[in-house]
Nanobody
Framework: QVQLAESGGGLVQPGGSLRLSCAASGTWFTLYATNWYRQAPGKQRELVAGINAGGTANYADSVKGRFTISRDNDKNTVYLQMNTLKIDDTAVYYC???????WGQGTQVTVSS
């Protein structure tokens, strides 16, 4: 069974940085696009960033210039480097492989002074 596992969340002050990781089981990982979503309390889940199999990335306007998505196919892992974090970035962050409809369990990111 395919599984995704997010890690790297935590509590950080505004302006700080975190790097999230999404580790995938299976050797097929390199074939598929992977997305990062987030869901804040009382809000809908929103797409933050995505990266395709070739490494091309796209971002939500709210995170452009602050977040960077990347992938290491040798490690079956997708990363989300988050810099200059804002209070509005507080959410549970999930990774997702849309082609097969798999989601991770999420990792909490809290930005607070």
């Amino acid at each position: 069974q395919v599984q995704l596992a997010e890690s790297g969340g935590g509590l950080v002050q505004p302006g700080g940085s975190l790097r999230l990781s999404c580790a995938a089981s299976g050797t097929w990982f390199t074939l598929y696009a992977t997305n990062w979503y987030r869901q804040a309390p009382g809000k809908q889940r929103e797409l933050v960033a995505g990266i395709n199999a070739g490494g091309t990335a796209n971002y939500a306007d709210s995170v452009k210039g602050r977040f960077t998505i990347s992938r290491d196919n040798d490690k079956n892992t997708v990363y989300l480097q988050m810099n200059t974090l804002k209070i509005d970035d507080t959410a549970v962050y999930y990774c997702n492989i849309p082609f097969i409809g798999v989601w991770g369990q999420g990792t909490q990111v809290t930005v607070s002074s």
